[in-house]
T-cell receptor, first 114, second 113 residues
Framework: GNSVTQMEGPVTLSEEAFLTINCTYT??????LFWYVQYPGEGLQLLLK?????DKGSNKGFEATYRKETTSFHLEKGSVQVSDSAVYFC?????????????FGKGTLLTVNP | EAQVTQNPRYLITVTGKKLTVTCSQN?????MSWYRQDPGLGLRQIYY???????DKGDVPEGYKVSRKEKRNFPLILESPSPNQTSLYFC????????????FGAGTRLSVL
C-alpha cells in the first residue's frame, strides 16, 4: 500500500540553524508530494508541493525536491525562526482515481528556540 | 475569503450520546473529506465525498456516518460515540479543477467520556 515515513521528532533547534526533516514514501504509480504545516491550535496549511520527479517545491524559505530514485521529499530551510515552530507533515496523493485522499506521515514537531 | 468552517471547535460528550460535527465550505468545491488526527498516527481519512449524494468510506469509517445533501455542507455524524473516538477532527475540501491543495478547517477537538 501507499505510505509516508518521516523522521521522528521532536526536533529542537536554535534560531538561524539549518533544518532538515526527512521524508520517504512508498507508492504505486506516480504520486504528487506535499508538505503541510500545522501551527499550534490551527488546521493544516499547504506549505509546498511537487507533482513530478525532480520538481522542487518552495515557499517561505522552505524547499523540498522530489527524488524519484530515492523515493524521498526531504524538507529543508537554511535559517529557521522561532515562528517556524510547528508540526510538519509530509503527504502524498496519487494522481487519477476518484478519491483525492492524502496519505500523511505521522508528523514532526519542530521547536525553534531564540 | 476561502474558508472551511467546522463547528463546534471543542466538544465533550458521553458514551452513546449522538452528535454531529458540521463542516461548510464557501468555495463551491466538489470534493470534501473528513480526517481524524491522533498522536503518533498522523491524519487518517474517515469518509470522503466527490459531490452531492456521492460519499464513500476512507481508511477508518467505523462508527461514523456522513451525508452530502448540499454541495457546501458535509456533516460528520457519530450515532453512538465511544471513548476511542476521542480525537481531533478536520474537514477538508478541494476542487475538481484543482484537487490540490486541500483547504482544511481549524479542527474539532472531541472528548468522549
Amino acid at each position: 500500500g501507499n505510505s509516508v515515513t518521516q523522521m521522528e521528532g521532536p526536533v529542537t533547534l536554535s534560531e538561524e540553524a539549518f533544518l532538515t526533516i526527512n521524508c520517504t514514501y512508498t507508492a504505486t504509480g506516480y504520486p504528487s508530494l506535499f508538505w503541510y504545516v500545522q501551527y499550534p491550535g490551527e488546521g493544516l496549511q499547504l506549505l509546498l508541493k511537487a507533482t513530478k520527479a525532480d520538481d522542487k517545491g518552495s515557499n517561505k524559505g522552505f524547499e523540498a525536491t522530489y527524488r524519484k530514485e530515492t523515493t524521498s521529499f526531504h524538507l529543508e530551510k537554511g535559517s529557521v525562526q522561532v515562528s517556524d515552530s510547528a508540526v510538519y507533515f509530509c503527504a502524498l496523493r496519487l494522481s487519477g482515481g476518484s478519491n483525492y485522499k492524502l496519505t500523511f506521515g505521522k508528523g514532526t514537531l519542530l521547536t525553534v528556540n531564540p | 475569503e476561502a474558508q472551511v468552517t467546522q463547528n463546534p471547535r471543542y466538544l465533550i460528550t458521553v458514551t452513546g450520546k449522538k452528535l454531529t460535527v458540521t463542516c461548510s465550505q464557501n468555495m463551491n468545491h466538489e470534493y470534501m473529506s473528513w480526517y481524524r488526527q491522533d498522536p503518533g498516527l498522523g491524519l487518517r481519512q474517515i469518509y470522503y465525498s466527490m459531490n452531492v449524494e456521492v460519499t464513500d468510506k476512507g481508511d477508518v469509517p467505523e462508527g461514523y456516518k456522513v451525508s452530502r445533501k448540499e454541495k457546501r455542507n458535509f456533516p460528520l455524524i457519530l450515532e453512538s460515540p465511544s471513548p476511542n473516538q476521542t480525537s481531533l477532527y478536520f474537514c477538508a475540501s478541494s476542487s475538481d479543477r484543482d484537487p490540490t491543495p486541500m483547504y482544511f478547517g481549524a479542527g474539532t477537538r472531541l472528548s468522549v467520556l
